[in-house]
């Protein structure tokens, strides 16, 4: 026990030593102050509670004492450390690999300084900030508030569409994070996917009307449409893991082998773009589109309970078309609306999901066409087609419902 204090005391020492040496600003503790620390810690505990407090108090003000001392360096980080050194050094007294945990964490942490101001002052804009503050509020404050029932039947549930919300927030501020890290030369792909995750319908009609204006190549374009419907996918699976994660075990693997034809295909078409298209714009100060999040939540919504309302209305036959109609503008509420009622072994729905992800891709290659033209349709539409062709017969021979 004493020799797992004096380890975790060492290791945190020796980063505090180093970055003694390294900066202007000296802390008033190095290595060997730190390992008495946590050596000091294990024995007052060791001698009881009573000790131990003392102990706490003593270090407590030892670092109270410094920081008040301080001239040069208004920073607590060495001061909190040393504090946390003695408690990690007591409790190598009942958990040793949670203290050596512990010790570890503390010593990243105190290793990342220049890293942390480095990333908060230069590159996260206060946009950004605010964004990501609001998304941890949604997800540690709001989420755990909102009522689990659904208030009609099976779906208005609060807490799922809050969920549903919440993910395609992240999924937008991951993407714009991705923009922030990878280079000019793959922004349209990457614009592309990102877009696709908000309407891959939408970005489809964009791209061909650049190529019907003369203002974007068919080819190119027609690649970036299909990395979009890569997102579509993607989205389906968040969604399916958000809702009912027995649709997860069936739609994986097909979707990830769809997936990689429209990523193969979609690259293979845009390696003609050598830079001659317009570049895409910087990445927006703002990580997510609230606005465009909450059209989308409120879309899934309304259509969940229009095909939840033909159900009841009219069986079967109701539900089928109702997820017809629906994927013909927007697949992810479709599928919502289905993987909401039950799950995969239910025939009728299984059919109706793989019924709504056949006429989404048709309806995409008319889009394609009355928009961007022939051409445009010419690249998009085989490998459109034949992605979710792969996927619905992977889903219907692989795992048809008994």
């Known amino acids: ?14 980063e505090r030593e180093r970055s003694k040496h390294n900066e202007a600003n000296h802390h008033f503790a190095g290595v060997r102050t730190f390992a008495v620390c946590a050596l000091l810690g294990a024995i007052c505990f060791l001698l009881g509670p009573v000790f131990g ?5 003593i270090i407590g003000g030892v670092g109270l004492f410094s920081l008040k001392n301080q001239v040069e360096d208004p920073g607590a980080t060495t001061e909190l450390a040393f504090i946390m050194t003695y408690f990690i050094g007591a409790l190598c007294l009942w958990n040793i690999p949670l203290a050596a945990g512990l010790a570890v964490i503390l010593t990243g942490l105190l290793m990342t300084k220049h890293l942390m101001h480095g990333i908060v002052s230069k590159w996260i804009t206060e946009a950004e900030l605010r964004d990501g ?15 689990d029932t659904p208030l009609w039947g099976n779906v208005l549930n609060p807490y799922v569409i809050l969920k549903l919300l919440i993910l395609i927030l992240s999924v937008q501020a991951l993407a714009h994070i991705a923009k922030r890290l990878l280079s000019t030369n ?3 792909m990457l614009s592309s996917i990102a877009s696709g995750f908000v309407s891959s319908t939408a970005t489809i009609a964009s791209l061909g009307m650049e190529v019907r204006s003369g203002r974007g190549d068919a080819q190119i374009n027609a690649g970036a449409a299909l990395m979009s419907c890569v997102a579509t996918l993607l989205q389906i699976l968040i969604i399916i893991v958000g809702i009912n994660l027995s649709w997860f075990k069936v739609f994986v ?12 295909v979609g690259y293979w078409l845009l390696r003609k773009n050598t830079g001659s298209q317009q570049k895409a714009k910087e990445a927006d100060s703002r990580m997510f589109s609230l606005k465009e999040a909450a059209i989308i939540v409120v879309t899934l919504t309304l259509i969940q309970a229009m095909v939840y309302g033909l159900d009841q209305a009219l069986g079967s036959t109701g539900l089928i078309a109702g997820t017809f109609l629906a994927s013909l503008f927007e697949i992810h509420a479709a599928a919502a609306a289905v993987i909401t009622q039950g799950s995969p072994s239910n025939l009728t729905l299984f059919y109706a999901l793989i019924l709504g992800l056949g006429a989404h891709a048709l309806a995409k290659c008319v889009n394609a066409f009355l ?16 992605h979710m062709a792969v996927l619905i017969a992977m889903a219907y021979f692989m795992f048809k419902p008994a």
């Open 371 to 386: 928009i961007g033209g022939p051409r445009f349709a010419l690249y998009f539409a085989p490998a459109q087609i034949l």
């Open 53 to 57: 407090i003392v102990g706490a108090v």
């Open 133 to 147: 503050l609001f998304l941890l509020a949604l997800v540690l404050i709001a989420l755990p508030l909102t009522p």
């Open 186 to 188: 793959n922004a349209l």
């Open 253 to 264: 693997v097909p979707s990830a082998v769809a997936i990689m034809i429209l990523v193969a």
């Open 1 to 14: 026990m004493l020799a797992a204090a004096l380890g975790c005391g060492l290791l945190i020492g020796l």
